[in-house]
């Protein structure tokens, strides 16, 4: 069984920057790839980033150039570096990997 625990959301001014981190239990992190999610209420779940093992990283087009995904395989983290934060980035952002998924963490961006 595989647990992923995410943590570092919060409240912060648009502008600004949180950095999300998703500890993934086990020894199999390095052969996984990682996704960060985000879903508002009322609203279905987007992919926002994804990193492969071999280090490759996609973002949603609304994220691009402000949102970093990466991961160190030797603390089996993945982050999500977001800076510029705007309004609009308010979720709950959820880690994922196949059909693993963490509890969330809210992230609240004020205008």
């Known amino acids: 069984q595989v647990q992923l625990v995410e943590s570092g959301g919060g409240l912060v001014q648009a502008g600004g920057s949180l950095r999300l981190s998703c500890v993934v239990s086990?020894?199999?992190?390095?052969?996984?790839?990682m996704a960060w999610h985000r879903q508002v209420p009322g609203k279905q779940r987007e992919l926002v980033a994804r990193i492969g093992i071999d280090a490759y990283t996609t973002y949603a087009d609304s994220v691009k150039g402000r949102f970093t995904i990466s991961r160190d395989n030797a603390k089996s983290t993945a982050y999500l570096q977001m800076d510029n934060l705007k309004p609009e980035d308010t979720a709950v952002y959820y880690c994922?990997?196949?059909?693993?998924w963490g509890q969330g963490t809210q992230v609240t961006v004020s205008s």
């Open positions: 086990g020894s199999v992190f390095k052969l996984i790839d």
């Open positions: 994922n990997t196949f059909d693993f």
